[in-house]
Nanobody
């Protein structure tokens, strides 16, 4: 597995901004940010290949991913945050080679089962 170290997050009021960072121990074709609230399934917020990024509709225009391939990092810049964005956010990647995932990455939503390496999670809380 690939080791993923997350940082950032915290608590803000509605309309505020936060940044999450994820550093991977090695390069992988596809990296992603997921989020999860208690009792709900983990959902993919942003899925990034080297050149393409897919955003879930509810964050499009507010969240931006920046990926540094040389440094194996994936940052999530979150602006205009809303209470519905409150969740635990996880960085994820797939350690093994997968031509299928490589083709899909950044072009469409992907389920958490497509990924085998996960960060420990970072809490983001947005108050109204």
């Amino acid at each position: 597995q690939v080791q993923l170290v997350q940082s950032g997050g915290g608590s803000v009021e509605t309309g505020g901004s936060l940044r999450l960072s994820c550093a991977a121990s090695e390069y992988t074709d596809c990296m992603a940010w997921f989020r999860q609230t208690p009792g709900e399934q983990r959902e993919g917020v942003a899925i990034a290949s080297d050149s393409k990024i897919y955003y879930i509709g509810s964050v499009r225009g507010r969240f931006t991913v920046s990926r540094d391939v040389a440094k194996n990092t994936l940052d999530l810049h979150m602006t205009n945050l809303k209470p519905d964005d409150t969740a635990t956010y996880y960085c994820a990647t797939l350690a093994r080679q997968s031509p299928v995932l490589k083709l899909k990455c950044g072009r469409m939503p992907l389920p958490p089962t497509d990924f085998d390496s996960w960060g420990r999670g970072t809490q983001v809380t947005v108050s109204s």
